[in-house]
């Protein structure tokens, strides 16, 4: 299907975001990669009147390095991330789960301030944000305020983003030297969208962060589960799948039913223990 | 509907043009410009079969709209093929049987041409997973990871991508 008529401006600063977001209301959308944002206009899901292209705008491009962050903004693509070095030495985590995301082609122009704002709950980007304990630094005319990731997702497609905010950078701690993490999804086909995925991160012992996606409406933290596995180490495993039924509460999808789910997310989190715990 | 004026480079030709703002670059490259060698599947970023290149990374000509090409340079298959850029991965094509019917060959070659420019150590299973966003109904995929493979090997061999 093709795309509903809809008018386009390129922004070429944050002031005129801001102005025509002021003006449109719901009736406008931000263009970010357009690698979720087209499909639905093709699908005529969505019937925005206005697109604002933020592509020229440089306040939102660039990835930072602070003395304990990494400061990545919101147009980065899927593939510069994939290809950063300081991801790849700071942000492990994200730079583990690039390659599922999407196929090259969509990498390309995908970004990664899209994804969270898009807040697809079978994303890894959202997950690896939960998983990290990423900030996301949003910003109005007038302000800028932080939120942080677990706090960031409200549901299926909703996030805390308020009418004429948008999202401007996201901020991840740099990993230390006794950083842990991994990273796995099952997806019937590579570059799908994940059936389920577990993004981990324990920034030091005695701090575990197992985030899954696919479950629910949004990235789900499995506390129980991370309490068994930092108490008693590998030998808590049975314990931690066991209270998986009570951590995620998943509904299933057009995927799997939720006991298959559930199945599944032991099935990651065996999978991830090697890597996350120092005796396993 | 809403118009704007471009400028765009494609398959090395400078253009000015009037789009509507809800058009596709590939319904722009096909319908506009008569460059059906691209083509047009699924149009909603599932198939692969529309990528096209621009300013040197494939892309898919269904999800970015013409508007959004303006002062970008445009490579369709049609401009790969005259350049000479990509004829050793057409001919291995050809050989290894790696299209049948062809819907999917021009995405799969623009897809292909990426990988060869910018991965020249890629393995199969590297060849795999980029081409993993190009659907083919015909071959099975085996031949043209063959091909792709071959191509690989015959330009590391060359010195080319050392
Ligand atoms: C075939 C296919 C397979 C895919 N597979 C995967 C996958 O496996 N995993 C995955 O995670 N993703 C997948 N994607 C989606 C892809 O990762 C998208 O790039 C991403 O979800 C959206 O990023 P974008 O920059 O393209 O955003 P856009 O499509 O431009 O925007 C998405 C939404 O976010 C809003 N938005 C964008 N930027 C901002 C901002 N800075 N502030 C506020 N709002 C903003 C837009 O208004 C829109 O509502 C897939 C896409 C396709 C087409
Ligand atoms: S037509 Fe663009 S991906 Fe299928
Ligand atoms: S050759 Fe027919 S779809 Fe690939």
Do not use: W
Not at chain 2, 10 to 20: D, E, F, H
Not at chain 2, 60 to 79: F, N, P, S, W, Y
């Amino acid at each position: 299907m093709k795309a509903p008529p809809f008018g386009y401006v390129k922004a070429r600063e944050l002031g005129q975001v801001f102005d025509l977001l002021e003006q449109h209301g719901d009736e406008a959308k931000i263009l970010a990669g357009g690698q979720s944002l087209i499909p639905s206009l093709n699908l005529r899901l969505s019937r925005p009147t206005l697109l604002i292209d933020i592509n020229a705008i440089a306040d939102l491009q660039g990835i930072r390095e602070t003395a304990d962050t990494v400061v990545v903004g919101a147009l980065t693509t899927h593939v510069a991330l994939e290809k950063s070095p300081i991801i790849s030495r700071h942000v492990q985590l994200l730079a583990a789960a690039m390659p599922h995301i999407a196929h090259p082609a969509i990498r390309n122009r995908g970004t990664i301030g899209g994804s969270l704002a898009f807040a697809d709950p079978a994303a890894e980007l959202p997950a690896c944000a939960t998983a990290l304990d990423a900030t996301f630094i949003l910003r109005n005319r007038d302000q800028e305020r932080r939120v942080k990731a677990s706090e960031f997702f409200h549901g299926l497609f909703e996030t805390d983003l308020k009418p004429g905010e948008i999202l401007a950078a996201i901020e991840f701690p740099k990993a230390t030297t006794s950083h842990r993490f991994a990273f796995s999804e099952l997806a019937r086909r590579h570059g799908d969208y994940a059936m389920i995925g577990l993004a981990a991160a324990s920034p030091q012992l005695g701090m575990l962060r197992l985030a899954y996606f696919g479950v629910a409406d949004r990235p789900v933290s499995a506390e129980r589960a991370a309490t068994h596995l930092i108490r008693d180490g590998a030998a808590g495993v049975e314990a931690a799948c066991a209270s998986l039924a009570d951590d995620l509460e998943s509904s299933g999808d057009l995927n799997a039913g939720p006991q298959t789910k559930l199945h599944l997310a032991a099935v990651l989190l065996r999978r991830a223990l090697p890597a996350l715990l120092p005796s396993a | 509907m809403e118009q704007h004026e471009i400028s765009v480079i494609v398959n090395g030709q400078k253009l000015r043009r009037r789009v509507s703002a809800r058009q596709h670059l590939i319904d722009f490259l096909r319908n506009e410009l008569s460059l059906t060698g691209s083509h047009l599947g699924c149009e909603h970023g599932v198939c692969g079969a529309c990528t096209i290149q621009v300013n040197g990374t494939a892309v898919r000509g269904c999800l970015m709209l013409a508007v959004q090409a303006d002062g970008a340079k445009v490579e369709t298959i049609e401009g790969l093929s005259d350049s000479g850029a990509i004829a050793d991965l057409q001919e291995a094509f050809h050989q290894y049987n790696a299209l049948q019917c062809g819907f999917c060959t021009p995405g799969m070659l623009a897809t292909a041409a990426e990988l060869v420019e910018l991965h020249p150590h890629a393995d199969r299973e590297e060849i795999r997973a980029h081409i993993s966003g190009n659907y083919c109904r015909c071959t099975g995929y085996h031949a043209i990871v063959d091909a792709i493979a071959f191509v690989l090997e015959t330009r590391r061999n060359k010195g080319g991508a050392a």
